[in-house]
């Protein structure tokens, strides 16, 4: 079996970082001591671009893309593409949906038109656009389909691709090793996100830090685990992933649970070298 070249995104460990900018040095620097080459940005954490791109070059990390808020890329498409390319991005991110802009909603058609301005200034700058997915886009359509499917139809392949995140697509109920498949050659990055989950536990955008309103009392239980630490079989995906032509993978873990960020970091790395990668 093959591998991937394996990167960590920088959400995971943003409690070292918040509000606290003068700690990205030491924070990448230990992001690459316990085995990681690359990264994925999720904000600059109140530091200019340059700055970042200058920490990163003098640790040895390579940024490969960032997540960023998809009505900061509505309002300033042309800086973003500017400040990520700098930085030595390859993709920019649209890591979430507001629920305006979901499927079913007014705002829907909207965004749909905004993601391919976007996809195209990205284009235009030498970077590629993905869209990281949660579980709200594998609502039913009127017609059957998905809108994760729908989002992908709408947008072509020449202005959005994909980046999977295994751990929603499995709260959703699919499959991810068939999700990777179904978007072969069009999948560039697989986010690797272990969990425990029993029952039907509700208001999991708390768990990430996005409160969207309780929606009922809760009727189960859910935690995010580091990668191989959880429910997820991991060789199919891994595997899936090789056969869909993805170019990364990245490990991500929103929250940690009595350890610390860095060292679920590290423990996620270490069990994905048992298996060669």
């Keep these: 079996m093959g ?41 600059l954490h109140g530091l200019e671009p340059e700055r970042v791109a200058e920490v990163l070059q003098k640790v040895g990390l390579k940024a490969i893309s960032a997540h960023v808020p998809v009505v900061d890329m509505i309002a300033s498409a042309e800086k973003v593409a500017k400040d990520y390319k700098l930085i030595g991005c390859d993709y920019v991110v649209v890591p979430y949906l507001p629920p305006e802009f979901r499927h079913l909603t007014p705002g829907y058609d909207t965004v749909i038109a905004e993601i391919k301005k976007i996809g195209q200034v990205m284009n235009e700058n030498g970077l590629t656009l993905l869209y990281h997915n949660h579980d709200f886009e594998f609502v039913k359509l009127p017609d059957g389909r998905f809108g994760f499917d729908d989002i992908y139809e709408q947008v072509s392949p020449e202005l ?69 630490f959880g429910q997820q079989l991991w ?20 929250e940690h649970y009595g350890i610390g960020s860095l060292e679920a970091a590290r423990r996620s790395r270490e069990y994905l070298k048992i298996l060669g990668w």
């Design 3 to 43: 591998k991937l070249p394996v990167g960590l995104q920088v959400y995971g460990v943003r409690d070292l970082l918040a509000k606290s900018p003068q700690n990205f040095e030491s924070v990448m620097e230990s992001v690459k001591g316990i085995g990681y080459d690359y990264v994925e940005l999720a904000g």
């Design 160 to 228: 959005l691709k994909v980046e999977p995140d295994t751990c929603w697509i499995k709260v959703a109920g699919q499959d991810p090793v068939s999700y990777i498949l179904k978007y072969a050659n069009r999948c560039e990055i697989v986010h690797l996100k272990d969990f425990i989950k029993r029952g039907d536990p509700r208001n999991l955008y708390k768990l990430i830090g996005l409160d969207e309103g309780e929606k009922s009392k809760e009727e189960g239980f859910f935690e995010f685990r580091p990668v191989g």
């Design 235 to 254: 060789e199919p995906i891994l595997d899936a992933s090789l056969k869909a032509g993805a170019k990364y993978v990245v490990v991500e873990q929103d």
